[in-house]
């Protein structure tokens, strides 16, 4: 009798073994599927947004770039529509064909990003709400890519030498100290060229989230859910 519980206590001990190698087994390859699943998905929402940033009535017609509007620059706007609404019109075609020229500075930055994406990244995406994985695309690389157009973009607006239609626009009044703070009484162009700049990087984000969100049975697929 002794033999037959030994023996069945093997089997159960040596089945415990291989349940648990398949599970760490499944575990890996749901986790190598996740991250090629959520690649793709990023992937495609950087292109999404490239291929609208490099057609200028494309990106000016983008609700979601819009949206990522920083507010300084929404209440100059604000302002300067009951002014000279025509130099409103012509800022943001200006900042639509600047953004043209980020393309190729921005797309690698973050197809970088997306390849270096790790295990911790997936856990924290399958755990998290929808657009997570662009969240954490954006913790990584929102810094960076302000920093690295924000040249390019000042290079571009001072062509159409739309800081200073602005501020002849504004010359007079005291609406740039309080939209600006301070006692400022022009909009410089390094400032403008910022503020368009976080609007081109957040717009960007923008697009891929909406991606990302659009494709979120891809990625719940991917991970069983």
Do not use: W
Request: with cysteine; charged share 20%.
């Amino acid at each position: 009798m002794k033999k037959y519980i030994i023996a069945a206590t093997v089997i159960l001990s040596t089945g415990a073994i291989i349940n648990t190698t398949l599970q760490s087994c499944t575990s890996i390859a749901t986790s190598d599927l996740g991250l090629a699943v959520i690649k793709r998905v990023l992937l495609g929402g950087i292109n999404k947004g490239a291929n609208i940033y490099g057609n200028k009535e494309a990106f000016l017609q983008n609700n979601l770039v819009d949206k990522a509007l920083p507010q300084q620059l929404r209440d100059i706007n604000t302002t300067l529509e009951k002014i000279a609404p025509s130099i409103v019109a012509k800022e943001r075609e200006y900042i639509a064909e600047a953004a043209v020229y980020t393309v190729g500075i921005s797309k690698p930055i973050l197809e970088s990003a997306v390849n270096s994406l790790n295990a911790q990244d997936v856990t924290r995406i399958i755990q998290g709400e929808k657009g997570t994985a662009t969240l954490i695309l954006k913790e990584k690389t929102q810094t960076q890519l302000v920093q690295a157009i924000a040249p390019r973009v000042e290079q571009e607006l001072n062509k159409y030498g739309i800081v200073k239609t602005i501020n002849t626009a504004l010359s007079g009044s005291n609406l740039l100290g309080s939209l600006l703070g301070g006692n400022k009484t022009n909009v410089n162009a390094g400032g403008l060229s910022m503020l368009a700049s976080e609007q081109i990087v957040n717009g960007l984000f923008n697009i891929i989230e909406d991606h990302e969100k659009q494709n979120s049975g891809s990625l719940l697929g991917a991970f069983g859910k």
